[in-house]
Structure formats: structure tokens, C-alpha cells
């Protein structure tokens, strides 16, 4: 049987649907005393990043990825140079209506097996506080947390 997920490369056609997962994705885990600093945040991203994703992530010296199900974006991921030699997960998303599926699981994977295709020593993985279920999900992933990023955006 074939997997219905698929992982690829990020494509220009892929923007519309990236940019409004990040937004939604964003917009959910805002607390109600930091919705205003969470649109500060959200555009300020957009700008910097999401609506230049080819151009950010050669910068950064990294790739960006989605996750397709049904010709649709699912989830989406970044990997970026961390340090000497190692990556950082970025960005790693699955839309609310698809969670709970192995998504996120196999887009970690992935990621770990491009890592290491790119040649990277290490992976490491970003989140803040707010998204307890990552963190959550990472450590049962075998991820031990290094240092915490706060929600202060």
C-alpha cells in the first residue's frame, strides 16, 4: 500500500498554502494576554521569511520542506545551519486537522534523514514554551532540551 504523505522540496506553487498554515498555526497557540505581540510577530515573519522562503533558507543554508496529502499542504518544516556543521528544525507545523495521524512523525524523520544527507553532526530543534505539545512530542522522540525559548516575541 502506498503512503499518502508525501515530503518535497518546497515550491513557489506551495506559498499561498504555507503562509496560511503559519498564520493559523500562529494564531492558535496565541495566549489571550499576547494575541497583540503574536501579530507583531506573525508579520514580522512573514516579511522576513515565509514570503521569502527560497531566498531566506539559501541564506541560511538550509531547505524547506512540505508535507503533501490529497495535492494539499499538511505540514511544513525548515532546516537551517546551526553552528559548525550541525542543523536546526525549524518551523515544523502540521495543520490542526491532520494531527494526530504519524504526520509529524514522519516529517521528523525526514528531517533527521536529510540532516544527515546534508551532512550535518547534529539536529537540533526549536520551540517555545507555549507549544507544550511539541515539546512533549520531541522528548518522546529521544530530543533532550537544552535551553528554553520564552514566548516573549
Known amino acids: 500500500m502506498t503512503d499518502p504523505i508525501s515530503i518535497r522540496r518546497y515550491e513557489l506553487k506551495d506559498h ?24 507583531g510577530y506573525i508579520t514580522q515573519s512573514l ?22 496529502l490529497n495535492n494539499k499542504v ?9 553552528g559548525d556543521g550541525d542543523l536546526e528544525l525549524r518551523r515544523m ?24 544527507a546534508d551532512g550535518a553532526k547534529q539536529l537540533y530543534l526549536s520551540t517555545s514554551e507555549l507549544q507544550e505539545a511539541a515539546l512533549a512530542f520531541y522528548r518522546n ?5 537544552l535551553r528554553e525559548e520564552t514566548a516573549d516575541t
Open 93 to 116: 507545523y502540521v495543520s490542526p486537522d491532520h494531527r494526530r495521524q504519524g504526520i509529524a512523525k514522519r516529517m521528523l524523520a525526514f528531517a533527521e534523514a536529510q540532516s544527515a
Open 47 to 68: 516579511s522576513e521569511e515565509i514570503d521569502n522562503i527560497p531566498d531566506y533558507y539559501q541564506r541560511k543554508k538550509g531547505s524547506f520542506w512540505v508535507a503533501i
Open 16 to 39: 499561498s498554502e504555507v503562509r496560511a498554515l503559519f498564520i493559523s498555526i500562529n494564531r492558535l497557540m496565541a495566549p489571550p494576554h499576547l494575541k497583540e505581540a503574536f501579530e
Open 74 to 82: 499538511v505540514g511544513m518544516l525548515g532546516l537551517e545551519a546551526y
Open 141 to 145: 522522540s529521544g530530543y533532550q532540551l
